[in-house]
């Protein structure tokens, strides 16, 4: 299947989530621990009480995105289906209505392709990918555009955005598990790998390219009908 995960892979895999997950576990350890050592509650429960609810936060984050990835990795093309990547988006666009309005973002995209392709893991792709937008906004209001080209058997779709960009030493590691760009938004780490996962499987291919003067544009391609 295309975009097999190597053992060498899934190795690095599982030490970059321990190495993840062991951080917020330890914090929770060591704060529940004070907590329950004081008899009394001082001026610093709040604060210790609140580094609990953040490590459980990032727990909580960590391990839906392995379970995403996991779910993306097992994908098998018998659930594969001709289906209109337009309609997905206006399903996508619905699913992050609160968010898109509390960026004040607007994605404009222009007519996009029908292909062969798991609905619900499309979906999530979409959706990863204008989160990934979100988290890389600049001073500006969000501006996403979306848009496909038809090249030989295979379409290319576009996702443009006006944030910061990417520095180019990051433009290959984003897609990897547990990686993060030195400029992106706190997280897991594991969206554009999620996404990576679901286009490869799919048989596309997917990378990134910046501008000096900001923005950025994620590429990926889907086999033609």
């Not at 209109?84 to 619905?94: C, D, I, K, P």
């Not at 990934?132 to 848009?147: D, E, K, M, Y």
């Not at 984003?174 to 790998?193: D, N, T, V, W, Y």
């Amino acid at each position: 299947m295309p975009g097999s995960i190597s053992d060498g892979e899934l190795s690095d895999l599982l030490l970059r989530a321990c190495h993840d997950l062991r951080a917020p576990a330890r914090a929770i350890r060591t704060y529940s621990e004070l907590l329950l050592r004081d008899q009394t509650p001082g001026p610093d429960f709040n604060e210790r009480l609140g580094y609990l609810v953040d490590g459980a936060h990032k727990i909580d984050l960590l391990v839906d995105g392995l379970a995403s990835y996991a779910v993306a990795l097992r994908l098998e093309a018998d659930s594969f289906r001709e289906i209109g990547m337009e309609s997905l988006l206006r399903n996508v666009l619905a699913r992050m209505a609160e968010p898109l309005r509390a960026h004040d973002a607007v994605v404009t995209y222009d007519k996009l392709p029908r292909v062969r392709g798991d609905a619900d893991r499309l979906i999530e792709l979409l959706q990863r990918l204008l989160e990934n937008a979100l988290q890389h906004c600049g001073a500006a209001a969000p501006r996403v555009h979306i848009s496909a080209e038809k090249m030989a058997a295979e379409w290319r779709f576009a996702v443009r955005d006006n944030g910061i960009g990417i520095p180019a030493a990051d433009l290959e590691r984003i897609f990897r598990p547990f990686e993060r760009s030195s400029r992106q938004h706190p997280g897991a780490g594991m969206g554009l790998a999620i996404a990576r996962a679901i286009v490869e499987r799919h048989g596309g291919k997917i990378w990134a390219e910046s501008t000096a003067d900001g923005g950025a544009t994620i590429y990926f391609t889907l086999p033609a009908n």
